[in-house]
């Protein structure tokens, strides 16, 4: 079955610290993936998407991704946080019938 | 900027009544997702649209049906709400094509008393 999980629950960082979320997919074809962003009371923002091509994604604010087909991996980078990334962040995937499949997030709580 | 709009942030209702959450979107997309999210679950697919009065189930449309009379309009129903669907309810609509990205509207969080 399709599906996309994520490692983390909750990761608790200090302002400037670098960041990874790991993000795994399990399935074939092509691959579509997602990085979205929630903010505190917010919508669901994209922050970056891999379709094909370069594996390193950049995103906005600062952030990246890098699609590793080897190892089924997606994962979220930002070399130093900021209080304002404080949010819940999923990863996903499109599925054959072109709806996504969500990871079950990660919060980000950065500590200034 | 592509809109999706929820027609209500927050909603009570009791317990065995029928429930109708709006979402209108002012793009012409033809693919509509509603999809809720719950503590340590993420998001889960409830129902899915590919164009008018056509729907098509999600992961978890049991006591849920949805609605697409327009375009730009999906609706999501519970037939009669329970304590168990309380959470908070995503639409989203996204333009046909591969490398296409889906937007997502406010949420409405829905309380069933």
């Known amino acids: 079955a399709q599906s996309v999980s994520q490692h983390n629950h909750h990761v608790i960082l200090s302002e400037a610290a670098s960041l990874e979320l790991g993000c795994n997919y399990s399935y074939g074809g092509t691959v579509n993936l997602f990085w979205y962003v929630q903010y505190p009371g917010q919508h669901l923002q994209l922050l970056l998407k891999y379709f094909s091509g370069d594996p390193l994604v950049k995103g906005i604010k600062g952030f990246e991704a890098e699609f590793i087909k080897s190892k089924f991996s997606f994962n979220l980078r930002k070399p130093s946080v900021q209080w304002s990334d404080t949010a819940e962040y999923f990863c996903?995937?499109?599925?054959?019938?072109?709806?996504?499949?969500f990871g079950k997030g990660t919060k980000l709580s950065v500590k200034p | 900027d592509v809109k999706v709009t929820q027609s209500s942030r927050y909603l009570v209702k009791r317990t065995g009544e029928k429930v109708f959450l709006e979402c209108v979107q002012d793009?012409?997309?033809?693919?509509m997702f509603w999809y809720r999210q719950d503590p340590g679950l993420g998001l889960r697919l409830i129902y899915f649209?590919?164009?008018?009065?056509?729907?098509e189930k999600g992961d978890i449309p049991e006591g849920y049906s949805v609605s697409r009379e327009k375009k730009e309009r999906f609706s999501l129903i519970l037939e009669s709400a329970s304590t168990n669907q309380t959470s908070m309810y995503l639409c989203?609509?996204?333009?046909?094509?591969?490398?296409?990205?889906?937007?997502f509207g406010q949420g409405t969080r829905l309380t069933v008393v």
């Open positions: 996903a995937g499109r599925r054959s019938q072109g709806n996504l499949i």
């Open positions: 989203a609509s996204r333009p046909p094509g591969l490398n296409t990205e889906a937007f």
């Open positions: 793009m012409d997309h033809e693919n």
């Open positions: 649209s590919y164009d008018v009065k056509m729907k």
